[in-house]
């Protein structure tokens, strides 16, 4: 079984730089340091040392797919890691990245490229959990009361018991994986994780239980979380 992975890192960084979107890598979030290393490649290097993965793309912005080649070229990694151009949202960037690598594996990984903190482990686990499942995602149990709103009016309160808050990696049989998107593409639907894809098409697709800590950088204040959480990991 060959397994290849997709780091999803084409995000423009509006919510993290403001209004102003930068045209240049210094400015994006995916490319800020965290620690010694831009945060995309503290979030790849995992990847690159699971043994569970044979082969490697990550998805940039269009303006910054060479910068981030000379980057990856520099670094020498012994397995295989190609850059490609990211879409206009992370469906899209996703999409590509499959046709890319369809024909060439049997199980993705996809992972968000500003959610450093994952758990290497996790990789393994829902790779394997695919040879039962359609697929299998890391999640947490929901911890607050969570209300079904409309109009700014709450229609009734969830039971916290049977929600769970999707994060990634998020593995799947690829042929599982493309059925799912053409499923989308012929219907017009834009879903906000692979997942939803999959389930949408009638997949089972199993949970591996996450940490809080695994979080999605997207915003400021998720920077200075980050920080501290690294230097909480990284004491002598």
């Known amino acids: 079984m060959r397994v290849s992975a997709l780091i999803a890192g084409a995000g423009k960084s509006v919510r993290f730089a403001g209004d102003t979107e930068s045209s240049s890598e210094e400015h994006r979030k995916q490319f800020q340091h965290l620690g010694q290393e831009p945060l995309i490649f503290v979030t790849l290097q995992p990847f690159v040392e699971s043994s569970s993965i044979d082969s490697i793309l990550v998805a940039v912005p269009p303006n ?13 990694f012994e397995k295989e890691v190609k850059v490609i151009p990211g879409g206009r949202e992370r469906q ?29 482990r996790w990789i393994r686990e829902t790779v394997d959990l695919c040879s039962n499942f359609d697929g299998a995602i890391v999640a947490v149990h929901a911890t607050d009361t969570l209300k079904r709103v409309k109009n700014e009016t709450i229609l009734e309160t969830l039971s916290r018991g049977e929600i769970w808050q999707a994060q990634t990696p998020q593995t799947f049989n690829v042929d599982v994986l493309v059925a799912g998107y053409e499923h989308a593409l012929s219907l017009g639907l834009r879903c906000t994780d692979e997942a939803q894809l999959v389930e949408l098409n009638g997949g089972r697709i199993a949970i591996v239980e996450g940490s809080p800590q695994n979080i999605k950088i997207t915003r400021s204040e998720d920077w200075k979380l980050a920080e501290s959480i690294w230097h909480g990991m990284n004491r002598d």
């Open 64 to 76: 910054t797919v060479e910068w981030m080649e000379e980057m990856v070229k520099s670094r020498g």
């Open 92 to 120: 899209d960037t996703v999409w590509q990245g499959l046709k890319e690598v369809a024909h060439s594996c049997d199980v993705i990984v996809v992972h968000d490229g500003v959610r450093p903190f994952f758990k290497g």
